[in-house]
């Protein structure tokens, strides 16, 4: 429970529903020491008459999210935060938790449903097409998607706050969407310039294809691939970040065609039902949240990495981004995007 609307209404439509609920908050991260997320869920908790614990991750969030952040991006790569949070932090402390008080379900308020197929538990996507989240929940394993309970999965974002405001949370109904990584949601060169050495961030060299130098640029973790506006350079045609070489500090600079690519290799992944999704020609891949869904056709190599073959062109393909396949609104697994 973060103290947001989604959150909390998932609770109370789960007190509705009859369960016994206990409310969970966990302390990730504080932008300048601020908790009144905590305050704003203790209060709703004792308003539900149910039981309220806090359990703060302050430390292990910094060593799994941040550090990986600011050591992704200096690498010249293209970090997906919230993806490995939800994926690898969040619900596995839910799960851990749940286990230590012996409770068996565990819910959040995801804009995502759930569907048994072939004997496998799948994310299948939100009602709400504009608030699904599907996308960040690819690396899940089976015993976690078994006890999940996504009491909102089948609502609108505008009944969710209905639902609030019906029962009495006029401020739980009006609360705001956090927007972008939850400690750096605006500006990310601002808080990698406050956390790395300041001799990391170097001025270096725009170049072209052929290695010509364009003009200067701040420092190449500045910059991402596919990047066309804030390059700070006014030329007579269009330019898109095309690679980061890290080692000599230097951001290659295209045209879009430059950029597009018929193939990727995934690490890390995950995949709920091989035979849903290996070798067949019925696939998307979504590389973006509400982007770019492109058929494609999944294969397993020997090195145990996945080669992603793409029907049509995709641009802007960045290491260190997920990619995440689905079939319709069921979402068959996903990984993150190998250097070229």
């Not at 369960?19 to 020491?33: C, P, S």
């Not at 806090?54 to 941040?66: A, C, H, L, P």
């Not at 961030?201 to 200067?216: C, L």
Request: net charge neutral; charged share 25%.
């Amino acid at each position: 429970m973060s103290g947001g609307t989604d959150s909390s209404v998932a609770a109370l439509l789960l007190q509705d529903a009859g369960y016994e609920v206990t409310g969970v908050t966990f302390r990730f991260y504080e932008k300048e020491g601020c908790t009144e997320y905590l305050d704003d869920a203790r209060d709703l908790c004792h308003r539900l008459g149910i039981s309220h614990i806090v359990s703060d991750q302050r430390e292990v969030f910094k060593s799994t999210i941040i550090d990986y952040f600011i050591r992704e991006y200096m690498d010249g790569h293209t970090p997906v935060p919230c993806t490995l949070c939800n994926n690898y932090l969040k619900w596995t402390l839910l799960r851990k938790l749940a286990d230590q008080m012996g409770i068996y379900h565990i819910a959040t308020g995801h804009y995502v449903q759930k569907q048994r197929i072939d004997n496998f538990w799948h994310i299948t996507a939100g009602a709400d097409k504009d608030k699904d989240q599907s996308f960040f929940l690819w690396g899940l394993p089976q015993d976690i998607l078994e006890r999940m309970l996504l009491p909102i999965g089948a609502l609108t974002k505008l009944r969710v706050r209905e639902i609030a405001e019906e029962r009495g949370f006029q401020k739980v109904a009006q609360k705001r969407d956090s927007l972008g990584v939850c400690f750096c949601p605006m500006d990310y060169r601002t808080f990698l310039r406050s956390n790395v050495p300041v001799e990391a961030i170097q001025r270096g060299k725009f170049v072209d294809t052929d290695g010509n130098f364009i003009a200067w640029h701040e420092g190449y973790p500045f910059y991402t691939i596919g990047q066309r506006r804030g390059l700070g350079i006014d030329l007579n045609q269009a330019v898109f970040v095309k690679e980061i070489i890290p080692s000599e500090n230097k951001v290659v600079l295209g045209n879009l065609k430059s950029l597009e690519r018929t193939e990727m290799q995934l690490k890390s992944w995950n995949i709920i039902n091989p035979s849903l999704l290996l070798d067949r020609d019925d696939v998307i891949v979504k590389i973006r949240y509400r982007k770019q869904a492109n058929r494609c056709t999944v294969t397993l190599l020997p090195d145990n990495t996945l080669h992603i073959t793409l029907y049509e062109p995709l641009t802007a393909i960045a290491a260190g981004q997920a990619a995440a396949f689905y079939r319709g609104d069921t979402l068959l697994g996903g990984g993150i995007i190998m250097e070229e």
